[in-house]
């Protein structure tokens, strides 16, 4: 039976952002990409994800990946698990709920956001990119802003709400792999080691020459990886 894996979009991110994924994944896996730009919460963008694997066998190998945000994501879904899961990836994400801090810095953003939307565009680009080519930063430019301001300020929020599953976590059985950006400053590797203490079995890639935006700057080791989950 054919592999199913399943790719959550990180934060102003569309399906674009796996581009150079897909091509070095393995031929004959079925490859579905969620949409959350919609939903009010982490909970209802996993409830939407699930809803993508509906139609997908029981017995069929299932694998789901989340970048960023979508790690959140992932995370709801392997703590709330409707049905089982062969494998998962968590890719320049975080364990930890939202703190006081944090969510003040958010609020911040979300401010600046609905001053002047491109200026905080361009500085998330610079922020999120280790080294990246005019070419590169260009592209991520155009995604972000193509997805626009009010589904930045309605992620931010989600996020901001988002549950504390460390403790689900740290029941997991099945195959898990930690990605993340040695350079990134995002999500930094320091937050990727925290998941590996939830999750003691998992495999934890500190991928080089990558800041947070790790599907765009390394997608073949990202790619590899995934592979190496269901292989």
């Known amino acids: 039976m054919k592999p199913v894996l399943l790719l959550i979009p990180g934060m102003l991110n569309d399906a674009s952002v796996w581009d150079d994924v897909l091509p070095c994944l393995p031929n004959g ?21 699930w809803l993508m694997l509906e139609d997908i066998p029981l017995n069929a190998p299932v694998m789901v990946a989340g970048f960023s945000l979508g790690g959140y994501v992932a995370i709801e879904m392997l703590a709330q698990q409707p049905r089982p899961l062969s494998a998962a990836a968590l890719l320049s994400t975080s364990p930890l709920p939202e703190s006081e801090e944090s969510r003040a810095v958010r609020e911040k953003t979300m401010l600046a956001m609905q001053a002047n939307f491109p200026k905080v565009v361009e500085g998330i ?10 070419a590169v930063q260009e592209r991520l430019r155009q995604m972000l802003l193509s997805v626009g301001c009010e589904t930045a300020l309605r992620q931010t929020r989600a996020i901001m709400g988002r549950s504390d599953h460390r403790e689900a976590l740290s029941r997991l059985r099945l195959p898990v792999a930690l990605l993340c950006g040695e350079h990134d400053r995002v999500t930094p590797p320091q937050l990727t080691h925290q998941l590996a203490q939830c999750i003691p079995h998992a495999q934890t890639c500190i991928i080089p020459q990558s800041g947070h935006m790790l599907p765009v700057q390394q997608a073949p080791a990202v790619a590899h990886v995934l592979a190496s989950l269901l292989s």
């Not at 919609?38 to 994800?49: C, K, L």
């Not at 610079?126 to 990246?132: M, N, R, S, V």
Request: charge should be negative.
């Open 125 to 134: 680009v610079k922020f999120g990119t280790h080294e990246a080519s005019e």
């Open 29 to 49: 896996w079925t490859v579905r990409i969620a949409n959350v730009q919609t939903q009010q919460s982490i909970a209802e963008m996993a409830r939407d994800a």
